[in-house]
């Protein structure tokens, strides 16, 4: 029986395109939009930030340096967001619905600007029960350490867990933790995975 069911968050609770983050940074830097992940990844900057190794105004200067920006720190968060689209890949009322009957939690790789941006923009947020957060943990899937977080945080066995994540990786890592887990694939599929293990949210 499933007590816990926790979603991951990009492309799966929130649809998001890195391209639209990287045209707003194009204007502001002179950079081609193409060349400029080349040069995030060609550093650790994000993975550290990402697992709360820096802080948000050092992530902007160190990143601001890289890309020769001279822009606000206000201004960079905004493009920095720009990423996620308006319309979420799962409806309010279903999240709604579960969290009164389940616990529901929420399991991400982010950092603390585009989570603080997602949630002001999207309402749905309040109804998970709990947060557990690469930046805050310190962690990032799929190590077992966010994992063994999420478990201990849904108060049940792992088996009792229902986990959904965009990336398959990430789904096996939950797997080899115990958790049930399944590739999400589109909301109609999702709600078919959770009504055959019995979940009802209406």
Same mark, same amino acid.
């Given at each position: 029986?499933?007590?816990?069911?926790?979603?991951?968050?990009?492309?799966?609770?929130?649809?998001?395109?890195?391209?639209?983050?990287?045209? &707003?940074?194009? *204007?502001?830097? +002179?950079?081609?939009?193409?060349?400029?992940?080349?040069? %995030?990844?060609?550093?650790? =900057?994000?993975?550290?930030?990402?697992?709360?190794?820096?802080?948000?105004?050092?992530?902007?200067?160190?990143?601001?340096?890289?890309?020769?920006?001279?822009?606000?720190?206000?201004?960079?968060?905004?493009?920095?967001?720009?990423?996620?689209?308006?319309?979420?890949?799962?409806?309010?009322?279903?999240?709604? &619905?579960?969290? *009164?009957?389940? +616990?529901?939690?929420?399991?991400?790789?982010?950092?603390? %600007?585009?989570?603080?941006? =997602?949630?002001?923009?999207?309402?749905?947020?309040?109804?998970?029960?709990?947060?557990?957060?690469?930046?805050?943990?310190?962690?990032?899937?799929?190590?077992?350490?966010?994992?063994?977080?999420?478990?201990?945080?849904?108060?049940?066995?792992?088996?009792?867990?229902?986990?959904?994540?965009?990336?398959?990786?990430?789904?096996?890592?939950?797997?080899?933790?115990?958790?049930?887990?399944?590739?999400?694939?589109?909301?109609?599929?999702?709600?078919?995975?959770?009504?055959?293990?019995?979940?009802?949210?209406?």
């Amino acid at each position: 029986m499933i007590k816990t069911v926790i979603f991951d968050l990009g492309k799966v609770i929130i649809p998001f395109d890195f391209k639209r983050g990287y045209q &707003g940074l194009e *204007k502001v830097s +002179g950079i081609p939009a193409a060349e400029i992940p080349k040069r %995030i990844g060609a550093t650790d =900057l994000v993975k550290r930030f990402e697992t709360g190794l820096v802080e948000p105004k050092d992530f902007v200067e160190q990143l601001s340096g890289i890309l020769d920006l001279h822009i606000s720190y206000d201004q960079f968060c905004e493009i920095w967001s720009s990423i996620f689209l308006p319309d979420p890949l799962i409806p309010e009322s279903m999240l709604e &619905g579960i969290g *009164k009957r389940y +616990g529901l939690l929420l399991l991400s790789n982010t950092n603390a %600007i585009h989570f603080h941006m =997602l949630e002001q923009s999207y309402p749905l947020f309040r109804h998970f029960h709990d947060r557990i957060l690469s930046y805050r943990v310190r962690a990032m899937k799929p190590s077992p350490v966010i994992y063994h977080e999420a478990i201990a945080r849904a108060g049940c066995p792992a088996q009792e867990c229902f986990y959904t994540d965009d990336i398959a990786d990430y789904v096996d890592a939950a797997r080899r933790e115990g958790m049930d887990a399944v590739q999400f694939e589109s909301c109609a599929q999702i709600q078919g995975e959770l009504k055959a293990r019995g979940v009802e949210w209406e």
